[in-house]
């Protein structure tokens, strides 16, 4: 008879009852966490930075009029979201895509990452004392789903349902997309910011102002000055400055942010000590300007950081709404165009390489030609595909035959898609239409970029012409992609996920606001996004992301330009940091003052 019970009450524990998930106290998107359970803190970080001192940065050629950094109305100050607002989890700052506890102590998932459980820190306060509760975690995934970005909408209509199991507990279910769950949606839940439901229910979301939200975070709003400036001021009561993610984070007394109308005019701040700390993005200008007096008298120091961090896809991006850019050969032919080495002679002494990849400088660049995992992608889609992905290397012209030779090249490929040249001019063949286009800019600094090449369209035949407007008019052509040409740049992490159906699938391009900005509308595009986001293993995920790389490089939809092989940074002495690596400059919540008193 015992034996019998004894079976019964096992049977009733394994099947009858629900399973519980263990719980871990981070997430990694592939393989293990880098970082134990009882780690102290992450290892890029000082943990025994000193408190204190100020901090003032510049903002450059951009104002505020919003204090509400998730609206997409209005402008936000830089700031908003990484001072006054936390999330569930904190990403690490040395691995691809690892989560550990920052609101959440701790969660718990479920088989195939169908579902998650983030267990709440009963000690995480909003500033005002109050607690944070599962109320407030499923009132902000309903608000964004409602209010958010288009991203944000894409990835939150993959939830299921949301259930409060008690004030410090929520779960969320995931629903399968073609068979499958989406393995990265417990880390994307994870990162979404937590707003306080007591302080926005009810009210207009969307409505912009300079009435600061309740927040969480390190710091609190001190000073507003409309358009201008604004300040941040330490929260010495902060609920989590001892947690271990934080360790090292958060060490300036304040931080101000200052406006100035361009670059030039931050920089002269930055010389005259208004601004403490600056990256360079122009070489020229760091090989050039970077002498004055406070660097002879040592005040100021100029770091070179060679580095292996992702450098993304600063291009030229073609509108393929627009007639004259669909044929993929003119896309190429106008790549002919474009004189890159004479512009990083001239203008970047020489000091930029050329970005030929999607995910440059890290190893999920396609290389040479498709091998193994990735050619198994792309074998399926071969009549599909330009027969140059599986027998050719991807690469850009260079001036080693002449500019000549090079224009004769794209002479050729716009006669082969139907273009000819009267009079001068470059007109279609069959519609006499001139090829005419504008090129859409938001920064005087890539005006002498967009006239360098314009000037060999002109040899062409081809009217283009260089607009740069103010950063309202911009983002609103911008997101509504009314634009012929633009200059965009494509950032990426280490571990590509959802966000490339968001940069590159069908449906984004009919979707106003997201980063389609080429209207690439391919089936064999839309597969790989997907084998990205589906990948188990970071062994998958890149090789998915190598022939994703292959399939936009050969489709012709931008022509990019180029990338630093060193990072720039100058900063007065009174500021200190944590060692510069070959991932890069650190975060700037990790930097602290020389002296404090």
């Known amino acids: 008879m015992k034996k019998v019970f004894f079976c019964v009450v096992f049977y009733f524990l394994c099947f009858l009852s629900p399973l519980k998930a263990q719980e871990q106290h981070g997430i990694a998107m592939h393989g293990d966490l880098k970082y134990p359970a009882n780690f102290s803190h992450f290892e890029t970080v000082n943990p025994n930075a000193p408190k204190g001192g100020e901090y003032k940065l510049a903002i450059i050629g951009s104002t505020f009029d919003t204090l509400n950094p998730y609206t997409l109305k209005g402008k936000p100050p830089v700031g908003l979201r990484d001072f006054l607002f936390e999330s569930l989890l904190k990403r690490s700052p040395d691995e691809p895509f690892s989560l550990y506890g920052l609101i959440a102590t701790s969660l718990e998932v479920g088989p195939e990452r169908s579902w998650v459980v983030y267990n709440l820190n009963p000690k995480a306060k909003w500033q005002d004392g109050s607690p944070i509760t599962a109320k407030d975690v499923e009132f902000s995934y309903k608000t964004f789903l409602e209010h958010g970005t288009p991203g944000q909408k894409m990835y939150y209509k993959k939830v299921k349902s949301v259930e409060i199991l008690n004030d410090h507990k929520i779960k969320f279910s995931f629903n399968k997309v073609d068979g499958k769950y989406d393995a990265e949606m417990p880390l994307i839940i994870g990162v979404m910011a937590i707003l306080a439901e007591k302080d926005l229910k009810g009210k207009d979301f969307e409505k912009t102002g300079l009435t600061p939200l309740m927040a ?254 103010d950063a309202a008019q911009y983002e609103n052509r911008r997101t509504n992609m009314d634009f012929d040409m633009l200059v965009h740049m494509w950032g990426h992490t280490l571990s590509p996920g959802n966000e490339q159906s968001f940069y590159w699938s069908s449906k984004a391009a009919d979707e106003p606001g997201t980063r389609n900005y080429p209207g690439i509308k391919s089936p064999v595009v839309d597969a790989l996004c997907n084998a990205v986001t589906n990948a188990k293993e970071r062994k998958q995920l890149v090789a998915a992301i190598k022939a994703l790389d292959r399939v936009l490089l050969w489709g012709h939809y931008v022509i990019p330009l180029g990338h630093k092989t060193k990072d720039y940074v100058a900063y007065w002495t009174k500021i200190d940091h944590p060692p510069f690596g070959p991932t890069g400059i650190p975060s700037i919540h990790t930097f602290w003052a020389r002296e404090v008193k």
Not at 236 to 245: C, F, I, Q, R, T
Not at 260 to 278: I, L, P, Q
Request: net charge positive; charged share 30%.
């Open 216 to 469: 969480s975070g390190p710091y609190k709003i001190s000073k507003v000055e409309a358009g201008r400036s604004i300040t941040y001021k330490r929260d010495p009561n902060y609920w989590a400055k001892d947690l271990p993610v934080n360790k090292g984070y958060f060490n300036f007394d304040t931080v101000r942010f200052d406006c100035y109308k361009n670059a030039y005019v931050a920089f002269e701040a930055f010389k005259a000590g208004e601004v403490d700390s600056r990256e360079e993005s122009d070489p020229g200008k760091w090989a050039t300007k970077y002498d004055f007096p406070a660097v002879q008298k040592g005040l100021v120091k100029c770091d070179e950081i060679p580095h292996q961090h992702q450098v993304g896809m600063q291009a030229f991006a073609f509108n393929t709404r627009r007639d004259m850019f669909q044929d993929p050969r003119v896309r190429r032919a106008l790549t002919y165009a474009f004189d890159y080495d004479w512009l990083n002679k001239n203008m970047f002494h020489g000091a930029m390489t050329r970005t030929t990849s999607f995910f440059d400088n890290t190893e999920l660049a396609a290389k040479g030609l498709p091998e193994g995992d990735e050619l198994a992608l792309l074998e399926p889609f071969r009549a599909q595909l330009p027969k140059e992905v599986f027998a050719q290397a991807y690469t850009l012209p260079t001036s080693e035959n002449g500019r000549r030779e090079n224009l004769k090249e794209a002479q050729k490929l716009l006669k082969e898609a139907g273009w000819v040249t009267k009079e001068g001019k470059l007109v279609h063949e069959k519609t006499g239409k001139p090829f005419t286009f504008e090129i859409l800019l938001n920064s005087p600094e890539n005006e002498k970029i967009a006239l360098s090449f314009i000037r060999n369209l002109n040899q062409l035949g081809i009217q283009a012409t260089a607009r740069t407007v």
